[in-house]
């Protein structure tokens, strides 16, 4: 298996852009989270989805940011638009519904927004 | 609730040495615990975890935890360091024992640094 994989890996932007993220969970995973981190406030939980449906997104920081579960396999993180302070690594990870103990985490993408 | 501390940012040992890396968690059900690492430039990679079996958790590139319920800990260790243990490190507890959703709370992270 490929395991999770994001892209892009790095994204420079300028302030007021709109970014995308993408990430195409591990096949038969039925769980997809979306995780930031940052050197102040490290990992931290964005979003999850259970079958593409979106269960928590308490942890998405304001209405610019916005993510979406179209299909099993891919998923979006969107922050329109962006600001400097959104500048972090973004991560997705995805788990089996049967194996509820361990999350597959993916490369990550480095957004640099300037 | 639920929470984690890691208790030191950076830890430096030389090689060959004692590895401890500390994780304290508070939890008002039985948890799930792990340890994840990241090396540089990559995301984070399963080392072990603890799921209420036995104590005392083997996982991989020699390391190990083990979970003591009368001091809520789950400190990771390793008897010989190498080089390339350097990395950051992630305790991390579950709230399966809750909502039963699998969310994972993160630890600050401690980045292990191992000198020649």
């Known amino acids: 298996d490929a395991g999770v994989i994001q892209s892009p890996r790095h994204e420079v932007t300028e302030m007021g852009q709109e970014v995308t993220l993408r990430c195409k969970p591990i096949s038969g995973h039925d769980y997809l989270f979306w995780y930031r981190q940052t050197m102040m406030r490290g990992l931290e939980l964005l979003i999850y989805f259970n079958n593409n449906v979106p269960i928590d997104d308490s942890g998405m920081p304001e209405d610019r940011f916005s993510a979406k579960m179209p299909n099993a396999s891919f998923s979006t993180l969107k922050i329109q638009p962006s600001e400097p302070r959104d500048s972090a690594v973004y991560f997705c990870?995805?788990?089996?519904?049967?194996?509820?103990?361990?999350?597959?985490f993916g490369p990550g993408t480095r957004l640099l927004v300037l | 609730a639920q929470s984690v501390t890691q208790l030191g940012s950076h830890v430096s040992v030389s090689e060959g040495a004692l590895v401890l890396l500390r994780c304290n968690y508070s939890?008002?059900?039985?948890?799930?615990l792990f340890w994840y690492v990241q090396y540089p430039n990559q995301g984070l990679q399963l080392l072990l975890k603890y799921t209420s079996a036995a104590t005392l958790v083997k996982g991989i590139n020699g390391f190990e935890a083990e979970f003591k319920k009368s001091e809520t800990s789950f400190h990771l260790t390793k008897p010989s360091a190498h080089m390339s243990d350097a990395a950051e490190y992630f305790c991390a507890v579950s709230d399966l024992g809750s909502s039963n959703t699998g969310k994972l709370i993160f630890g600050q992270g401690t980045t292990l640094q191992v000198k020649p």
């Open positions: 939890s008002s059900v039985p948890p799930y």
């Open positions: 990870a995805s788990r089996p519904q049967g194996n509820q103990e361990t999350q597959y």
